[in-house]
């Protein structure tokens, strides 16, 4: 069986960071825990769990990307190296026996650059935007173009491709999913639980903040891969830029009743986006409801793709967008 570190990154995690150390127990050679300038007692609790402690320096800007590279580093200077790289955020708990299958399904196909599952939101029905971030984590198996943060990665093909970008923000882990893909590596999911997560979503501007991130890393991605999220930020564009543009400068050059076209579209999109939650087996309620945060995301999503272009433009830190 082939050797595996664990990669654990956090931020002021808390109890979700001790319930993530405790699943962790046993499942690998050595658990990493990586830190971002928590407040808390995360670090302690980490050294607790006997864990090896990595504390970023505050001088740099945070990132996902830039917390994995640091353990991945940590976990390669060892003697032996391992040989895959299990990584997962501190928000997420593995699933008892998920890297024992996945290291065995990785070693199997030697293309394969990495292997990710399931993951399941621990607490579904604290609120609708809890269950929106569960729906949205059950992806079909098999070959996969990117995957979330949690994913169990060929070191060699980790090494191969320099791992994570550090300025990506948001979406890090499509940005490295897509230079694996380009680098001729295959990617998989296998139908099996991998984690549970911990969005602990409940408020409306969490949902809002969440957003946005997405929207940045829509179009920080897309900047350095410019055939990937294309349909997302379409999607941004139209909604929530183009069809009330056209609608006001239609209301005011011919009838003010013009102004109904954007409503009319965004019903539309509405209706769409609601029959494909139908189709994944969402309730009807939760559908309605879902499908309605779909469409308003746009919004907040076009912020975010304009927040990654002005600081772009003016050269500012690409820095967190934090909702929690």
């Known amino acids: 069986m082939s050797v595996v570190d664990l990669i654990l990154i956090g931020r002021n995690e808390g109890a979700r960071l001790r319930a993530a150390l405790d699943a962790a127990q046993g499942e690998a050679r050595r658990v990493i825990y990586v830190d971002s300038g928590s407040t808390d007692d995360s670090v302690a609790a980490a050294h607790a769990a006997g864990a090896e402690v990595v504390i970023l320096d505050a001088e740099t800007p945070f990132t996902a990307a830039r917390a994995r590279n640091a353990g991945a580093r940590r976990a390669l200077a060892q003697q032996p190296p391992p040989d895959h790289l299990q990584f997962i955020d501190g928000d997420c708990a593995l699933v008892p026996g998920w890297i024992a299958v996945a290291t065995a399904h ?6 394969l650059a990495l292997v990710t599952g399931w993951r399941r939101e621990r607490h579904p029905g604290a609120s609708l935007l809890n269950r929106l971030c569960d729906w949205e984590w059950q992806r079909p198996a098999g070959e996969i173009a990117a995957c979330g943060g949690d994913m169990l990665v060929r070191a060699e093909a980790f090494c191969a491709v320099g791992g994570f970008d550090a300025t990506v923000i948001a979406a890090e882990d499509d940005e490295f999913c897509t230079r694996l893909r380009k680098a001729g590596w295959r990617l ?23 957003a946005e991130r997405t929207g940045h890393g829509f179009a920080q991605v897309g900047h350095l891969h410019p055939d990937y999220f294309v349909t997302e930020r379409r999607r941004a564009l139209v909604y929530a830029l183009a069809v009330p543009l056209v609608a006001l400068v239609l209301a005011m050059a011919l009838h003010p009743a013009a102004l109904l076209i954007a409503p009319f579209a965004w019903a539309w999109n509405w209706r769409g986006s609601t029959r494909a939650l139908l189709r994944d087996g969402v309730p009807p309620g939760d559908a309605r409801a879902m499908g309605a945060l779909l469409v308003l995301s746009k919004g907040p999503n076009l912020i975010g793709m304009a927040r990654f272009h002005l600081r772009r433009l003016t050269r500012a830190d690409m820095r967190l967008i934090e909702y929690k």
């Open 106 to 111: 990785l070693d199997a196909d030697p293309s």
């Open 188 to 210: 998989e999911r296998i139908a099996r639980d991998m984690t549970h997560h911990d969005a602990a979503m409940t408020r409306f501007g969490q949902w809002w903040r969440r």
